[in-house]
Structure formats: C-alpha cells, structure tokens
C-alpha cells in the first residue's frame, strides 16, 4: 500500500508500507492493504508504518487528514511533520 505524507512545504513521507498505525480523537488505529475507504481528522501524535521489508518508521504529525482510498492508498496532509527513526525523540517533537 502506498504512504504519502504531506505538510505545506514538503513531501515527507512517499513510499510503498506493509502497516500504518495512527490515531484520531477515538483512539489508536491500524491500517492493512485492502482497507475501506475511510477520512479521520488526526491528532497530534505519532503515524507509525512496517515497510515492505518489516523496517519501522515514524511520522509526528501536528494534526492532519488521513485518507484511505482504494484500499491501497494511505494519504495524510498535516500543518507540519517530522519524520525519523528514533521513536522517544519524535514523541518529544510532538509535546513541544
């Protein structure tokens, strides 16, 4: 399936993810290939993907839309991100 994600100056993030974990005002959700089409409003918090090789990667977000669409298409538009490796340092990125 296929991640993008997108603040008003960059694309961050746009590469082809086995999962996707991220979370809006009901709580923290899971996405697979094939999922419904669905729109959340995102808080600000940590989007989490598996590669296709099983690698993690992390994403805070500072709000956003995700969309799912075609069951394979995972796109988020945020006011700004930050993406990298290192998971504690993200969550600090996120609280500030």
Same mark, same amino acid.
């Given at each position: ?5 997108? +603040? ?5 993030? +746009? ?5 996707? /974990? ?9 996405? %697979? ?15 989490s993907w ?11 977000? /500072?709000?956003?839309? %995700? ?5 394979? +298409?995972?796109?988020?538009?945020? /006011? ?6 290192? %998971? +504690? ?8």
């Amino acid at each position: 399936m296929r991640l993008r994600i997108t +603040d008003p100056t960059a694309i961050m993030v +746009d590469r082809e993810v086995a999962a996707i /974990r991220a979370e809006d005002a009901t709580g923290s959700f899971g996405i %697979l290939n094939g999922h419904a089409d669905f729109l959340t409003a995102l808080d600000i918090s940590v989007v989490s993907w598996r590669d296709m090789d099983g690698r993690a990667g992390y994403c805070a977000v /500072r709000n956003g839309i %995700l969309t799912v669409s075609g069951g394979n +298409d995972v796109s988020i538009a945020t /006011r700004e991100a930050h993406v990298g490796d290192d %998971l +504690d340092e993200l969550e600090t990125v996120v609280l500030l």
